[in-house]
């Protein structure tokens, strides 16, 4: 990244950080959406089970790296059993797809932060999904059962605070794209 491109770099590292800020609240509103502890704790079990791969994977953690596809798939199938668990347990509360939906926005909204400065093309379209993913899923099963329950009025903050996060990144990209300065691998 050249000189000229320091304040969209700037901007684009700024979108990153709200973006991880944003995850925190978005994981916190989802107890007032399921009500049931134990549903609580699996959703945050797996979502940070995600991070954690994704963290080690950011830092470039070689036994992650090397063995990747060993621990995505095994990880894969343990979010798969404790959706369904929580799902069952979710019953009483709210539609078991609503839970799963809830899940999996939040593993879109951690992948979506995972390349949210990559500079690789197939990369930049799974943070275009994930990123789209999370906001159309939060304001489907998210905001619909915020609006039933008048004390969580607060629940448009995360998403509010993950948009700004998303659109900072794709306007400072634009910008320098625009300008030459930026070129997709």
Do not use: H
Request: proline letters at 3%; a positive charge.
């Amino acid at each position: 990244m050249s000189i000229q491109a320091k304040k969209e770099g700037i901007v684009r590292l700024a979108g990153t950080v709200i973006l991880l800020i944003g995850l925190f609240p978005a994981i916190l509103f989802d107890y007032y959406i399921v009500n049931s502890i134990i549903a609580f704790y699996l959703d945050v079990i797996v979502t940070f089970c995600w991070f954690g791969v994704i963290i080690c994977f950011k830092l470039e953690i070689e036994q992650v790296i090397d063995n990747i596809t060993q621990i995505i798939m095994p990880l894969c199938i343990l979010s798969l059993i404790l959706i369904t668990f929580g799902a069952t347990l979710s019953i009483n509360v709210l539609t078991p797809v609503s839970f799963i939906f809830l899940v999996i926005s939040n593993v879109f909204l951690v992948l979506c932060w995972q390349f949210s400065l990559s500079i690789y093309k197939k990369e930049k379209l799974v943070y275009i999904i994930t990123g789209l993913g999370y906001i159309v899923i939060t304001l489907i099963f998210r905001m619909s059962t915020l609006l039933y329950n008048p004390c969580c009025g607060g629940g448009l903050l995360p998403l509010i605070i993950i948009i700004i996060g998303f659109t900072l990144i794709i306007l400072a990209e634009y910008s320098m794209k625009r300008k030459g300065l930026l070129n997709y691998i």
